[in-house]
């Protein structure tokens, strides 16, 4: 598919997927706006709180962690949010979950190593996804979840103990489908079609979404613990020099059942839940 072909969406079939396990469920398909996850977010302090996917064909002012922008043209990204209300027990390692979710959604078994090999799928802590393999590391996508500083009005499910404990979730999730330039960026993009010739964004976006949904209905009654183990065989930080954004400088070694990095520094063993960190470019082997 080129960026300028139709897209046809898979808003029914991921309606009729995930509507039992979100009653009040919408599906919603925009051609242009700021921020899917902007708009969520603005709906939810209107008092919308009910289920909802949200995709954009463009974003003109899409954001990342720490207010990154995310550059997307018609055909060439996936770019969606999903908003719900959740009451987890624990909210740490969210973004962790999420990102296993989508990683094993694009590529449930990671390819041997080898150069005639797809890239394959990892995961770096916090939010981000990444292709490794013969071609090095490269950004394929990035997720960014926030919630709502208030209670959402409505429980989604029967999982939900009780409403004044669920708070309103947007999942915002932008994925490259078609190769980018690298220009101005401090790392190279992957794309979707490094990992399977010919996916597009609406194919990726059906088997994203009901798994996704489902993953959020476990991580709210059992939180990020089973996911550890999952997180772990795509962690493309482990055993790699990092530096923390205080400056400070370690080995990476995985993370804990909370979804903490574990980095042992000069000062010994730290469990970073919110510092940004960066790969030392020379400790970087290939995935």
């Known amino acids: 598919m080129s960026a300028a072909s139709p897209i046809r969406w898979p808003a029914e079939a991921i309606w009729e997927a995930v509507s039992p396990l979100l009653p009040g469920f919408t599906v919603e398909v925009l051609p242009t706006i700021d921020s899917t996850n902007t708009e969520l977010m603005r709906r939810a302090r209107n008092g919308q709180?009910?289920?909802?996917?949200?995709?954009?064909?463009?974003?003109?002012?899409g954001r990342g962690r720490l207010g990154r922008v995310w550059q997307s043209d018609v055909g060439a990204s996936l770019m969606m949010s999903l908003g719900l209300p959740l009451a987890p027990q624990d909210w740490s390692g969210l973004s962790l979950a999420v990102g296993v979710s989508v990683a094993e959604s694009l590529?449930?078994?990671?390819?041997?190593?080898?150069?005639?090999?797809?890239?394959?799928?990892?995961?770096?802590?916090?939010?981000?996804l990444w292709l490794g393999g013969a071609a090095g590391d490269r950004k394929l996508g990035g997720?960014?979840?926030?919630?709502?500083?208030?209670?959402?009005?409505?429980?989604?499910?029967?999982?939900?103990?009780?409403?004044?404990?669920?708070?309103?979730?947007?999942?915002?999730?932008?994925?490259?489908?078609?190769?980018?330039?690298?220009?101005?960026?401090?790392?190279?993009?992957?794309s979707l079609q490094d990992v399977e010739p010919g996916l597009d964004a609406?194919?990726?976006?059906?088997?994203?979404?009901?798994?996704l949904v489902a993953m959020l209905r476990s991580f709210e009654g059992y939180g990020f613990g089973p996911m550890?183990?999952?997180?772990?065989?795509?962690?493309?930080?482990?055993?790699?020099?990092?530096?923390?954004?205080?400056?400070?400088?370690?080995?990476?070694h995985g993370v804990g059942d909370d979804g903490a990095l574990l980095v042992h520094t000069a000062g010994g063993m730290q469990a970073i839940t919110s510092s940004e960190i960066s790969v030392r470019p020379t400790a970087v082997p290939p995935v």
């Open 49 to 61: 709180c009910e289920p909802t996917l949200l995709v954009a064909e463009q974003q003109t002012a």
């Open 107 to 128: 590529q449930p078994v990671l390819p041997a190593l080898g150069a005639d090999q797809p890239a394959r799928v990892g995961l770096k802590w916090p939010n981000d």
């Open 143 to 190: 997720i960014l979840v926030e919630t709502a500083s208030f209670v959402a009005p409505q429980a989604a499910s029967a999982a939900t103990a009780s409403a004044s404990t669920a708070r309103y979730v947007v999942v915002g999730i932008g994925i490259n489908v078609l190769p980018r330039s690298a220009e101005g960026m401090s790392m190279p993009p992957g």
């Open 202 to 211: 609406p194919t990726a976006l059906l088997r994203i979404v009901p798994p």
């Open 228 to 252: 550890q183990p999952r997180f772990t065989a795509r962690d493309v930080l482990q055993g790699r020099a990092v530096t923390l954004s205080d400056g400070h400088t370690g080995t990476a």
